[in-house]
């Protein structure tokens, strides 16, 4: 999803740099965007692996069918609390709803991809 937001997006620094510029650093997010990225690669590999430990066990036989379904709606459900809580609550941000769109699709992707992974036993 990095990957896919990088190349994609609309080269703003990520909600997480600007939580690096919060808690780490003292200058504005636009200084600390390959830390925000780093920690948003640690974000999403961190989900990854705990959404591929906890399928087996929520489902039983993983199947590329369920494996894409669950990831997708987990997706959905990193994104409302990626918005909701660390966007707003915690950096106070307000993104207009194209960012939001944006937001969205690519923790679609992250989902899709995720899904795929998992349930072709790649992972």
């Known amino acids: 999803m990095t990957v896919f937001m990088l190349a994609l997006g609309d080269d703003s620094p990520p909600p997480t740099a600007a939580l690096w510029a919060k808690f780490v650093g003292d200058e504005g997010p636009e200084s600390y965007v390959p830390q925000g990225m780093l920690l948003h690669v640690l974000y999403g590999v961190g989900a990854g692996v705990a959404f591929a430990l906890a399928l087996p066990l929520a ?8 494996a894409v379904g669950l990831a997708v709606a987990y997706a959905a459900v990193l994104t409302v609390v990626g918005a909701v809580v660390w966007m707003k609550g915690v950096l106070g941000m307000d993104p207009g709803r194209a960012t939001a769109m944006q937001f969205g699709f690519f923790h679609l992707v992250y989902g899709l991809v995720l899904g795929g992974f998992v349930g072709a036993g790649l992972v």
Not at 59 to 66: A, C, H, S
């Open 59 to 66: 489902v039983g036989e993983v199947t590329l069918v369920n």
